[in-house]
């Protein structure tokens, strides 16, 4: 398998030489534009590294790739939409940028473009991918629902919570690594194995993102650090913390996640003090760190050389370390 950066490296080269600005430019300019903003790629490095796994050729999981990462995209511009978010990755959102009909429209066309990527693609491998990318799709609008949903709720449950982020979330990691291990041949048994991987290590992976949303660095995180409180959602930290707390400290949260029309400065701060009072940030890492081993306990069962599944484990590793 290839250094982590080498995959980034080759999926980038790959969007570039495929995503290109024609006519209506209102239509295709937005989709550039979010599309070069950066962010982790990850998605379609584990696509490539599935695919490179199970002994193929990475090359020939680019489309599947792309498609992955369009799809996400999309998802994205149309989320950001949801949430009214000023930023998406330190820049304007394209709906600020551009306006809301456009971004909806820009939207609509990406999803599309992520289903003619994999076109490429025949006979039963298309067939299995399709499936996937179909069964995908859906649960992450059905997570993006449940999403929604919460933020009228003060009942949510850590279980409702994690099948919430499992959907909107984690799916699409599992898929992106079960795409390119279809793509290279994986049996069956396989393919749902490094599926369960990856849907770990996006457990893990959204945990640790709803963690930096409070307690991240602003300069590096490329989101508005505190967005999560501003907008009253039932995070991992506040459902934690409403279980751990005292009457009044969750008395206080509740006042505070009641609240839209109020100074956001002083409500990120008090509820971050109240987060770290009752242990609910101590609580989130511990669930990080037991959803990344269990992930990696699943690769361990995986029929692939031991090289290739240390890889992946780095490249978990690294992910649940990060700043942004």
């Not at 499936?131 to 629902?145: D, I, P, R, S």
């Amino acid at each position: 398998m290839l250094r982590i950066e080498e995959y980034k490296e080759a999926f980038l080269a790959y969007l570039q030489k495929q995503i290109a600005v024609t006519e209506p430019k209102n239509l295709y300019e937005p989709i550039s534009y979010i599309l070069d903003l950066g962010g982790k790629r990850l998605r379609p490095i584990l696509v490539l590294m599935g695919a490179n796994a199970f002994g193929g050729d990475h090359e020939d999981a680019l489309d599947a790739a792309l498609a992955v990462e369009v799809f996400h995209n999309f998802t994205l511009l149309h989320d950001d939409i949801m949430d009214d978010a000023p930023l998406r990755r330190s820049q304007a959102t394209v709906h600020e940028k551009w306006d809301v009909n456009t971004a909806i429209l820009s939207g609509d066309a990406m999803l599309i473009l992520a289903y003619k990527f994999l076109e490429s693609y025949d006979g039963a491998i298309y067939k299995k991918l399709m499936q996937l990318f179909n069964k995908t799709a859906l649960e992450v609008c059905e997570g993006q629902q449940y999403d929604m949903d919460f933020e009228t709720r003060n009942n949510v449950s850590v279980e409702e919570y994690i099948k919430m982020i499992g959907l909107k979330t984690s799916v699409l990691v599992a898929a992106a690594l079960q795409m390119g291990g279809i793509i290279a041949g994986a049996s069956d048994e396989d393919a749902k194995k490094i599926y369960d991987f990856g849907l770990n290590l996006g457990l893990a992976f959204q945990l640790q993102d709803d963690y930096l949303d409070a307690f991240g660095d602003a300069a590096t995180f490329g989101k508005q650090v505190g967005g999560d409180i501003m907008e009253n959602k039932k995070t991992y930290l506040y459902i934690e913390a409403l279980k751990h707390a005292a009457p009044a400290e969750k008395e206080e949260l509740e006042y505070w996640y009641a609240q839209t029309l109020v100074d956001n400065v002083k409500k990120v701060s008090r509820v971050k003090e109240l987060f770290v009072a009752v242990g609910s940030d101590q609580l989130t890492r511990n669930a990080i760190e037991a959803y990344t081993k269990k992930a990696f306990s699943i690769l361990e069962t995986i029929a692939i050389p031991e090289a290739n599944s240390l890889v992946l484990k780095q490249f978990g590793e690294n992910l649940m370390t990060r700043s942004v």
